[in-house]
């Protein structure tokens, strides 16, 4: 099985805009194939290693996953994604991120 066969990150939103600090915001994740959202875990882990899930939903299209996220203080974080993709396959992966103060 060829490696691009597996769901992987194509595009995140946070390339485009900062997160605002202590601001509930949301991220879309694009793969290169579409996810089963049944199976998908997404976390925040921040600086210190605390972990928390976070919500998501599909759309608009079935490689995309739209994750909330709280407001969360300035600082550095990191996104930890579990999908599953129509493959069959399993993706683990980190998306790190920081949130400046003044953006
Ligand atoms: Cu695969």
Redesign the pocket.
Known sequence: ?PAF??AVIVRASLEDAAIKPDTASEVTLVFNSKIETAFCQVSIVDAAGNARKLDFKVGPSSERLIVSLPPLPAGAYAIRYKVL?A???FTDNVLRFKISANP
């Open positions: 099985m066969a597996h993709s493959d069959g396959h």
